[in-house]
């Protein structure tokens, strides 16, 4: 419920558990771009790998949506870039 809160709390509209595991999982978040910028910068490292985990989804997949995220959105966070270093390297 804390991810929820975090990720939610800025935006009139609210993600869902189960539309923010699938869009990590797919790597899909045109439609969630915000949401997904913002579980990846402001919720703490230990919860977003643990959401990750009781939702089935591998660093590979992780790596992957926040590449994507990137990507559209300029947002970052270093600290998952060097705890994904061989799945999602700074440079790419």
């Not at 009139?12 to 999982?25: D, E, P, T, V, Y």
């Not at 230990?46 to 992780?62: T, V």
């Amino acid at each position: 419920m804390l991810i929820l809160a975090t990720v939610n709390a800025p935006y009139k509209r609210n993600i869902g558990s189960a539309m923010l595991q699938a869009c990590l999982a797919e790597a899909r978040i045109d439609e969630w771009q915000v949401h997904v910028a913002t579980f990846f910068t402001d919720v703490s490292m230990n919860a977003m790998l643990g959401f990750a985990d009781a939702h089935g989804i591998s660093r590979h997949q992780l790596a992957e949506s926040y590449r994507t995220m990137r990507a559209a959105t300029g947002e970052r966070n270093p600290r998952l870039e060097a705890e994904l270093a061989e799945l999602a390297p700074a440079s790419r």
